[in-house]
């Protein structure tokens, strides 16, 4: 298990591919060029939000409320895309970062400013996200007739056969990279979660990081609010309805330790990636959509348990992140 926990993400990689080759060959259409951009581009969101969830949980916090800021963030822009349909599609993306980051900043002054445990804290404003959402739009929806064209427009927008969707998030996943691994700050949420003790005395503000974090989370979770809503053409209140137990599997499946300080972008993009793969790949082989969820559920479980079982052994304390982030931290 040793060489496991020191080589997660090339093992994942591994399953993945194989896992690709065996369901193509039971169902060669899966593996088709436009087939596996597809996979891409419907896990393009999970992509982003899993990122999202990452830093959280690198701070031994967890964000049981993104799914529900996405679906009251998209909402949101729906009604102003319905008011105000000729704005440009700008507007709309930094119009739901800024909602997003504003719910995130709520639930990190909560947690960091007063204290109040992470999965208290998310679990509550998931309920207060998921009512606002009746609230506001009247217990009804806003469909596609009723949004701006240059509102649905942009998802839409292709290059190389993929969707801006995908190379937002690949946008995402670039920056994330950069700020965990080139910035002070990012060593800095490393440390908070490897080692509170020794970050505090080191002098790191662990409720700064704290509040830091959810605001990320928040941002990621509106801007996919918008793109969600935009791609499929509906905003209602019961959106993405679970899919934070999905998010928080990817990062799992990632290798992202939830005890904090110990995960890498390349590798929760890899466990979004598997949860992507299972869930197009079922119905291309015509699985009943009764098995599906559990099929679906019993892999990730599996592959949950495998990974469990590599961060059990001591030597996942080794990972080049969590060895040096508190020096990097302090400059």
Same mark, same amino acid.
């Given at each position: 298990?040793?060489?496991?926990?020191?080589?997660?993400?090339?093992?994942?990689?591994?399953?993945?591919?194989?896992?690709?080759?065996?369901?193509?060959?039971?169902?060669?259409?899966?593996?088709?060029?436009?087939?596996?951009?597809?996979?891409?581009?419907?896990?393009?969101?999970?992509?982003?939000?899993?990122?999202?969830?990452?830093?959280?949980?690198?701070?031994?916090?967890?964000?049981?409320?993104?799914?529900?800021?996405?679906?009251?963030?998209?909402?949101?822009?729906?009604?102003?895309?319905?008011?105000?349909?000729?704005?440009?599609?700008?507007?709309?993306?930094?119009?739901?970062?800024?909602?997003?980051?504003?719910?995130?900043?709520?639930?990190?002054?909560?947690?960091?400013?007063?204290?109040?445990?992470?999965?208290?804290?998310?679990?509550?404003?998931?309920?207060?996200?998921?009512?606002?959402?009746?609230?506001?739009?009247?217990?009804?929806?806003?469909?596609?007739?009723?949004?701006?064209?240059?509102?649905?427009?942009?998802?839409?927008?292709?290059?190389?056969? &993929?969707?801006? *969707?995908?190379?937002? +998030?690949? #946008?995402? =996943?670039?920056?994330?990279? /950069?700020? @965990?691994?080139?910035? !002070?700050?990012?060593?800095?949420?490393?440390?908070?979660?490897?080692?509170?003790?020794?970050?505090?005395?080191?002098?790191?503000?662990?409720?700064?990081?704290?509040?830091?974090?959810?605001?990320?989370?928040?941002?990621?979770?509106?801007?996919?609010?918008?793109?969600?809503?935009?791609?499929?053409?509906?905003?209602?209140?019961?959106?993405?309805?679970?899919?934070?137990?999905?998010?928080?599997?990817?990062?799992?499946?990632?290798?992202?330790?939830?005890?904090?300080?110990?995960?890498?972008?390349?590798?929760?993009?890899?466990?979004?990636?598997?949860?992507?793969?299972?869930?197009?790949?079922?119905?291309?082989?015509?699985?009943?959509?009764?098995?599906?969820?559990?099929?679906?559920?019993?892999?990730? &479980?599996?592959? *949950?348990?495998?990974? +469990?079982? #590599?961060? =059990?052994?001591?030597?996942? /304390?080794? @990972?080049?992140?969590? !060895?040096?982030?508190?020096?990097?931290?302090?400059?």
């Amino acid at each position: 298990m040793s060489w496991l926990a020191a080589h997660r993400e090339v093992v994942l990689a591994l399953v993945i591919a194989l896992m690709v080759a065996a369901i193509g060959a039971y169902a060669p259409a899966f593996v088709e060029g436009t087939s596996l951009l597809g996979v891409l581009d419907d896990t393009a969101l999970l992509f982003m939000l899993a990122l999202g969830q990452m830093v959280v949980i690198l701070t031994r916090g967890i964000d049981l409320s993104m799914a529900a800021n996405l679906a009251l963030t998209g909402m949101l822009v729906a009604l102003v895309g319905q008011h105000g349909p000729d704005l440009p599609a700008l507007a709309y993306i930094v119009l739901a970062i800024l909602i997003g980051l504003g719910f995130g900043l709520g639930n990190g002054v909560l947690i960091g400013g007063l204290g109040i445990p992470p999965i208290v804290v998310t679990l509550g404003t998931l309920s207060i996200f998921r009512g606002m959402i009746v609230v506001i739009g009247g217990g009804d929806q806003v469909n596609a007739s009723e949004m701006g064209r240059t509102f649905q427009a942009f998802p839409h927008k292709a290059l190389l056969g &993929l969707s801006s *969707v995908f190379w937002i +998030a690949l #946008a995402v =996943a670039i920056l994330m990279q /950069l700020f @965990l691994s080139r910035t !002070r700050t990012g060593r800095g949420i490393y440390a908070v979660g490897g080692n509170p003790t020794a970050a505090r005395y080191c002098g790191l503000v662990l409720e700064r990081y704290q509040v830091l974090v959810y605001a990320i989370a928040g941002g990621i979770a509106g801007l996919s609010g918008y793109l969600w809503v935009a791609r499929y053409g509906v905003a209602y209140s019961e959106i993405a309805s679970g899919f934070e137990l999905t998010i928080i599997a990817s990062c799992v499946i990632g290798g992202v330790s939830i005890g904090g300080g110990v995960g890498t972008v390349p590798g929760t993009l890899l466990g979004a990636l598997f949860i992507g793969v299972i869930v197009n790949a079922l119905p291309t082989m015509q699985v009943s959509p009764f098995w599906q969820m559990a099929i679906s559920g019993a892999a990730i &479980l599996a592959a *949950v348990i495998i990974n +469990a079982r #590599a961060e =059990a052994h001591p030597d996942k /304390l080794i @990972l080049p992140e969590a !060895r040096r982030a508190a020096a990097g931290a302090r400059g």
